[in-house]
T-cell receptor
Framework: QQQVKQSPQSLIVQKGGIPIINCAYENTAFDYFPWYQQFPGKGPALLIAIRPDVSEKKEGRFTISFNKSAKQFSLHIMDSQPGDSATYFCAARDYNQGGKLIFGQGTELSVKP | GAVVSQHPSWVICKSGTSVKIECRSLDFQATTMFWYRQFPKQSLMLMATSNEGSKATYEQGVEKDKFLINHASLTLSTLTVTSAHPEDSSFYIC????????????FGDGTRLSIL
């Protein structure tokens, strides 16, 4: 119940394409869903986040779609660029456990020029 | 804003050595800091939650005596890997929240620990 399942494990798109990364969860106590971007040898950087009372949030080229009834959320990257090549992690925050984050397994994205 | 700094960024040491990693919030006060461990090509696994002025809360399976955490001020938490062995080699990352634990977590750039 504490898991966050992320797919796909890896993804290759052409420049300008729209990669989509999906996550699913079970725990209804999760109250906040952030996405993080991580480059090799660096810590994760917060990209965008959403709360369950919102169905979509857009910040620049990054969009989160959230389906509360299905307990699923996804990240869309518009007009992807080679510089977006990184590992992306979805996460969910457990309000009942001190706000700790449960991370998905990660998606390694490669954007080809 | 919300910058978290880790030091050192890379450390190599001999088996049996104890290693201390520092995590600092540079431009905000962090009531809570979190310590994660990440193996290559894997996700982040929470090791412990560190609250300023109190004992850390460790996740199940994490040895308290092996991974000592001290959160002595609102801007500094330290993780000490005691008597490190090659299996402790990993990427250790801290994060901090500004004020309340339910604020977003901001991550440091990690420390690559290699035990020979």
């Amino acid at each position: 119940q504490q898991q966050v399942k992320q797919s796909p494990q890896s993804l290759i798109v052409q420049k300008g394409g729209i990669p989509i990364i999906n996550c699913a969860y079970e725990n209804t106590a999760f109250d906040y869903f952030p996405w993080y971007q991580q480059f090799p040898g660096k810590g994760p950087a917060l990209l965008i986040a959403i709360r369950p009372d919102v169905s979509e949030k857009k910040e620049g080229r990054f969009t989160i779609s959230f389906n509360k009834s299905a307990k699923q959320f996804s990240l869309h990257i518009m007009d992807s660029q080679p510089g977006d090549s990184a590992t992306y992690f979805c996460a969910a925050r457990d309000y009942n456990q001190g706000g700790k984050l449960i991370f998905g397994q990660g998606t390694e994205l490669s954007v080809k020029p | 804003g919300a910058v978290v700094s880790q030091h050192p960024s890379w450390v190599i040491c001999k088996s049996g050595t104890s290693v201390k990693i520092e995590c600092r919030s540079l431009d905000f006060q962090a009531t809570t800091m979190f310590w994660y461990r990440q193996f290559p090509k894997q996700s982040l696994m929470l090791m412990a939650t560190s609250n300023e002025g109190s004992k850390a809360t460790y996740e199940q399976g994490v040895e308290k005596d092996k991974f000592l955490i001290n959160h002595a001020s609102l801007t500094l938490s330290t993780l000490t890997v005691t008597s490190a062995h090659p299996e402790d080699s990993s990427f250790y990352i801290c994060s901090a929240t500004r004020g309340h634990t339910h604020q977003p977590q901001h991550f440091g750039d990690g420390t690559r620990l290699s035990i020979l």
